[in-house]
């Protein structure tokens, strides 16, 4: 009876421990696919960079390559031409978003409430999104065009320019063309995750605050502000990075020029990897950029730790 009851309890033990198996290893078994997939479309590519970072690899100079060290690194800091791009990269980026996040805010604000033809103007809002990014660049290049583009002789009337010329060929001003694109093509992204964060709040927040007599100041800056702030903290993450990552419409428009007045990090990376076909000294870059964007984006999810509680 005894050895019958411990066979039992053994049996019962062994079947507890496998169900017990199969609660922590099956689901890695649903995931494991998806993790390896993740791993070789990112990580590989990633960690393979990384490594031509170290490298010497030009095509023109096919028997010259080989592990170099820091090498890449050194000259990157002597190069004059990589801090040109730096700085423009952040000039790039910080109008971009603010003009970005202003309009998009003001949007999805106006969007947020109940007027004629709302349906119409919001597919209006959204559609600079849906236009592929290579014919955004085009339209806007022709629209800064002094012979056949209406901009230049806009702002010559307004007084603003002297006389209509290119903007885009001016050292001074080329980067405004690309910025100006640049928050066109952006201003839906902030405008709609805005306007759903905005539905989210709820309507008795502001039916109180409306018999409690607050002012429309006081409701955007004691409501509605501290509900968007970890939308805004998020999405002003995401779209630094993507705008700093952005070569599309500056290549397009002005290929960096002129005399590298618009030429930022990510450009610089690919005119040296597929013009100068230096993929060494390119991934060196390439690692920089990472490295900063990695920095800033560690920061700001610092600081909406502690600042925002919601």
């Known amino acids: 009876m005894t050895t019958t009851r411990t066979a039992a309890a053994s049996g019962i033990s062994r079947a507890w421990r496998s169900a017990y198996m199969r609660y922590l290893v099956e689901p890695y078994l649903y995931v494991g696919p998806a993790v390896a997939m993740i791993a070789l479309v990112m990580l590989v590519p990633l960690v393979i960079g990384i490594s031509y970072s170290f490298q010497s690899i030009t ?11 820091f090498e890449n690194y050194a000259t990157l800091w002597r190069d004059a031409k990589f801090w040109l791009a730096l700085e423009n990269t952040v000039w790039w ?25 709302k349906r119409l103007f919001q597919a209006l ?27 230049p002789h806009w702002m010559a009337a307004l007084g603003i320019l002297s006389e209509p010329y290119n903007i885009l060929g001016d050292p001074d001003l080329a980067m405004w063309g690309p910025v100006a694109a640049n928050v066109w093509f952006g201003v839906p992204f902030f405008a709609i995750t805005l306007l759903a964060a905005l539905q989210s709040i709820p309507g008795e927040l502001y039916e109180a605050a409306e018999i409690d007599g607050a002012s429309t100041w006081q409701v955007f800056t004691k409501i509605t502000l501290p509900f968007l702030a970890p939308m805004i903290a998020i999405t002003v993450m995401l779209r630094t990075i993507w705008i700093a990552n952005f070569a599309d419409l500056i290549f397009v428009m002005t290929g960096g020029g002129p005399a590298n007045a618009t030429q930022i990090l990510s450009t610089y990376v690919f005119t040296t990897a597929f013009r100068k076909l230096d993929f060494g000294y390119a991934s060196a870059i390439a690692v920089a950029l990472l490295v900063l964007l990695m920095i800033y984006a560690v920061l700001l999810l610092a600081i909406r730790r502690r600042f925002v509680k919601i």
């Open 59 to 69: 095509l023109l100079k096919p028997f010259a390559t080989g592990w170099i060290g």
């Open 125 to 151: 809002v959204f559609l600079p999104w849906a236009v592929p990014t290579f014919l955004s660049a085009l339209t806007w290049a022709w629209l800064f065009n002094p012979v056949i583009g209406p901009l």
């Open 93 to 117: 980026t910080l109008s971009s978003l603010v003009f970005q996040f202003a309009l998009g805010l003001g949007l999805a604000l106006l969007l947020n409430t109940q007027f004629a033809g």
